[in-house]
């Protein structure tokens, strides 16, 4: 009976010691083979495994010894103009959190147009939306950082060789691919077996959308609590809204690997 009593003792500690400790999150994948930031797949292992909530990108974070790497991969034209012109931010929390203080800005947001409306954007020809994302990537050749450690707050030219950060953007036939590989060094004061054994969280977001119109009301035919306006724009009862759509987040949370 005593013997019995000892053992259940046991166990009953076993499992309070374990649901009191913190609990890890998955590991990632220790990057094996070199990354090189050009904006080509060809580094790494398809199809990604982590997606957003509308499926519209997929994404991959892995680690060696010395660097995070991130890929963002997207075939939807319209994720892929709101990546472009609006931008991403990735943020970085080596707490496990979802603390936002070291951020990295890539592509940079562009200037507001107000004759660009996104709702529209799908309605172009195929040669139109290409000629428009080729545009928007010449203009994608400055990056942004903030809150890394030993590094600069301020924008960079992606090609500055005294930044160990590297990021890269290329459209591939129909697929845009976002490369960055961000220096460890720069995340964590000391890479040690304490900062493996904690949680780490890193966020891929697509930054909001300027305000734009709202076009529910075509200039052919315009509807309002019912009443038709044939060939005319004009909103009875006010000026037209407008409509904004917010950052969207994707976190993960993971600890680093080695080897």
Same mark, same amino acid.
């Given at each position: 009976?005593?013997?019995?009593?000892?053992?259940?003792?046991?166990?009953?500690?076993?499992?309070?010691?374990?649901?009191?400790?913190?609990?890890?999150?998955?590991?990632?994948?220790?990057?094996?083979?070199?990354?090189?930031?050009?904006?080509?797949?060809?580094?790494?292992?398809?199809?990604?495994?982590?997606?957003?909530?509308?499926?519209?990108?997929?994404?991959?974070?892995?680690?060696?010894?010395?660097?995070?790497?991130?890929?963002?991969?997207?075939?939807?034209?319209?994720?892929?103009?709101?990546?472009?012109?609006?931008?991403?931010?990735?943020?970085?929390?080596?707490?496990?959190?979802?603390?936002?203080?070291?951020?990295?800005?890539?592509?940079?947001?562009?200037?507001?147009?107000?004759?660009?409306?996104?709702?529209?954007?799908?309605?172009?020809?195929?040669?139109? +939306?290409?000629?428009?994302?080729? +545009?928007?990537?010449? +203009?994608?050749?400055?990056?942004?950082?903030?809150?890394?450690?030993?590094?600069?707050?301020?924008?960079?030219?992606? !090609?500055?060789?005294?930044?160990?950060?590297?990021?890269?953007?290329?459209?591939?036939?129909?697929?845009?691919?976002?490369?960055?590989?961000?220096?460890?060094?720069?995340?964590?004061?000391?890479?040690?077996?304490?900062?493996?054994? !904690?949680?780490?969280?890193?966020?891929?977001?697509?930054?909001?959308?300027?305000?734009?119109?709202?076009?529910?009301?075509?200039?052919?035919?315009?509807?309002?609590?019912?009443?038709?306006?044939?060939?005319?724009?004009?909103?009875?009862?006010?000026?037209?809204?407008?409509?904004?759509?917010?950052?969207?987040?994707?976190?993960? +949370?993971?600890?680093?690997?080695? !080897?």
């Amino acid at each position: 009976m005593h013997k019995i009593f000892f053992v259940s003792l046991l166990i009953i500690i076993s499992i309070s010691i374990n649901s009191c400790s913190p609990k890890l999150a998955p590991a990632a994948r220790f990057q094996q083979s070199a990354i090189v930031a050009d904006g080509n797949t060809n580094d790494w292992s398809m199809p990604l495994p982590f997606t957003n909530d509308h499926y519209t990108y997929h994404y991959n974070i892995t680690n060696d010894d010395k660097n995070i790497y991130i890929v963002i991969i997207s075939k939807d034209y319209l994720t892929q103009i709101r990546m472009l012109r609006s931008g991403i931010t990735v943020y970085f929390d080596p707490t496990g959190e979802k603390n936002k203080n070291i951020s990295l800005f890539f592509p940079l947001r562009k200037p507001d147009d107000p004759s660009t409306h996104y709702k529209n954007e799908n309605q172009l020809s195929s040669a139109d +939306q290409k000629n428009e994302m080729n +545009q928007l990537l010449l +203009q994608s050749d400055y990056y942004g950082t903030a809150g890394f450690i030993n590094m600069e707050n301020g924008q960079f030219n992606i !090609k500055n060789e005294n930044h160990t950060v590297q990021v890269a953007l290329k459209l591939n036939d129909s697929l845009l691919v976002y490369e960055a590989i961000i220096p460890l060094r720069n995340l964590v004061e000391e890479l040690n077996e304490k900062e493996y054994k !904690k949680n780490f969280s890193i966020c891929v977001a697509l930054n909001n959308v300027p305000n734009q119109p709202d076009e529910s009301f075509a200039p052919s035919h315009s509807n309002y609590n019912g009443i038709h306006l044939s060939g005319t724009n004009t909103r009875i009862g006010g000026p037209k809204k407008n409509t904004e759509t917010k950052e969207e987040d994707s976190w993960y +949370q993971f600890h680093l690997v080695n !080897k």
